[in-house]
Every structure is written in structure tokens, then in C-alpha cells.
């Protein structure tokens, strides 16, 4: 089993930043990669970014390019979500998750643990 713990969601003014982080604890030799999910209010859980085990390999969603950078540090199993000239639309709860398997999957159902989610509000 593993669980992970997200931190450093808030309320933050439009062009503002905020840096989300993730710790995984028990079998996290098992992860090999790792992303993060956002939910708003009425929608769908939507696939935000995600990173392998290398941190070579990353893949953002569209609508974060640019603006969003996903990290890790393996040695505190921990991933990051520096978050950039946010947007009242990045208004949601975030979710850390991580796969056994490396693809870096879009798809929430492709992920194997998820975190509890922090709130982040961009306000105009």
C-alpha cells in the first residue's frame, strides 16, 4: 500500500503562484510514476500532469502548459506542482496520484493511489 499526502493548496489573487507538494510513505518502491488531477465544483476529475520515475519524462495537460511545472524528488518521495499565473479557471481540488506502472496516463482510472486533495482558489 501507498499514501500519499498533499500540501500547499490556498487562496491566491489571478497571476499569482502557488507550489503543491505530495509525499508518498509505505511501499513507494512500488510508484514509478506520479501526477497530479484536479476536481471543480459540478465537473469531472481532470488529468493535470504527471512525471516518471526518472523525472525525465513529464506530460501536462493543454490547458496547464507553460504555466505549470510537476517535479520529484525520489530520495523524499515527494512530487511538486509549481503552479504559475494561476487563473480563476484553476479554481478546484487537487489530487495527487501514482501508478505502479511508468506510461504517464491521462486517465484517473489508470492510477493506483490517491492523495485526499488540497484546495486552490484563484480569486479575480
Known amino acids: 500500500q501507498v499514501q500519499l499526502v498533499e500540501s500547499g493548496g490556498g487562496l491566491v489573487q489571478a497571476g499569482g503562484s502557488l507550489r503543491l507538494s505530495c509525499a508518498a510513505s509505505?511501499?513507494?518502491?512500488?510508484?514509478?510514476?506520479m501526477g497530479w488531477f484536479r476536481q471543480a465544483p459540478g465537473k469531472e476529475r481532470e488529468f493535470v500532469a504527471a512525471?516518471?520515475?526518472?523525472?525525465?519524462?513529464?506530460n501536462y495537460a493543454d490547458s496547464v502548459k507553460g504555466r505549470f511545472t510537476i517535479s520529484r524528488d525520489n530520495a523524499k518521495n515527494t512530487v511538486y506542482l509549481q503552479m504559475n499565473s494561476l487563473k480563476p479557471e484553476d479554481t478546484a481540488v487537487y489530487y495527487c496520484?501514482?501508478?505502479?506502472?511508468?506510461?504517464?496516463?491521462?486517465?484517473?482510472?489508470?492510477?493506483?493511489?490517491w492523495g485526499q486533495g488540497t484546495q486552490v482558489t484563484v480569486s479575480s
Open positions: 496520484a501514482a501508478r505502479i506502472g511508468s506510461l504517464l496516463y491521462t486517465a484517473s482510472r489508470q492510477y493506483d493511489y
Open positions: 512525471i516518471g520515475w526518472s523525472g525525465k519524462n513529464t
Open positions: 509505505g511501499r513507494t518502491f512500488s510508484i514509478n510514476a
